[in-house]
Structure formats: structure tokens, C-alpha cells
């Protein structure tokens, strides 16, 4: 019998900004959160009613710097900004491989990055990269 659970190497991640695929070689670790809005009301003559809207998602990956890739794109970003006062979007696509067999695959879409970790250069050791990211939305695909 397979493994009836998700583990970590059941998930891939693509990164796609202003339509370009981004080579990030190897990603290691991948997480998201949905973000939501707390709606209260406290009427003076029924119990309170809450409820959650949605406000997007917060994630970060990390990855081992196989590459200048993500450091190059970070640049291109900066120099978007200061050169034209542009600022890109971008598409992070995740997919997991289900114990089933089948794959489900989520698009985070209007996503901004900050590049919160570039690595540590230590001899000897690999140099991990963090990407903290918001996304508006996150669909099924």
C-alpha cells in the first residue's frame, strides 16, 4: 500500500514573473497561509455574528541556491522600481502529487516577493535562500 499522506516531496513549485518562468532549481521547503478580514457585528438586541473574509495568502519557500536566478530576478525587480517606478507582479503555481495518483494544483496569483533571506555563505555548507511572498488570491487549477 502507498502512503496515504502528503509528505513535502509530493510538492513542486513554479515561479512565474511578468510570464517568465523563474529557474528555481531546488526548492526545499514551501508553506502558505490564508489571510482573512474578521467581520463582527454586536447587534444590542441579538448575540454577536462573526464571520472571516478573504484578504490572500502569506507564504515563504526556501530554497538551495543552485543558481543567480533568484537573486537576479530580486535586481530586476529593484531596478523596475527605481529606473521606471514599475513594479511587476508575479504567479507562484503549486503541485501536489495526491495519494491517489492525481495532482492538485493551486495558482497564487498577484504576488509580491521580498527576498527576506539572500543565503548564508558559509564554507562548506549550502546556501539556502528565503522568499516571503503575499498573494490576492489562491485558485484551484
Known amino acids: 500500500m502507498g502512503n496515504p499522506y502528503s509528505i513535502g516531496r509530493d510538492c513542486q513549485v513554479v515561479l512565474l514573473w511578468n510570464g517568465v518562468r523563474i529557474d528555481m532549481r531546488d526548492v526545499v521547503g514551501f508553506q502558505a497561509e490564508q489571510q482573512v478580514k474578521q467581520q463582527r457585528s454586536d447587534p444590542l438586541n441579538s448575540v454577536p455574528v462573526e464571520f472571516n473574509t478573504p484578504a490572500g495568502w502569506r507564504g515563504q519557500f526556501q530554497l ?7 537573486d537576479n530576478l530580486v535586481a530586476a525587480i529593484e531596478a523596475a522600481f527605481w529606473n521606471a517606478g514599475v513594479i511587476g507582479s508575479g504567479t ?3 503541485y501536489i502529487a495526491e495519494a491517489d495518483g492525481s495532482v492538485s494544483t493551486y495558482e497564487f496569483i498577484g504576488v509580491a516577493l521580498t ?5 548564508r555563505y558559509k564554507a562548506e555548507n549550502i546556501v539556502t535562500q528565503t522568499v516571503s511572498f503575499f498573494a490576492s488570491q489562491r485558485n484551484r487549477i
Do not use: E, F
Open 92 to 94: 507562484i503555481y503549486q
Open 115 to 119: 527576498l527576506t533571506n539572500s543565503g
Open 64 to 70: 538551495d541556491r543552485g543558481s543567480a536566478a533568484l
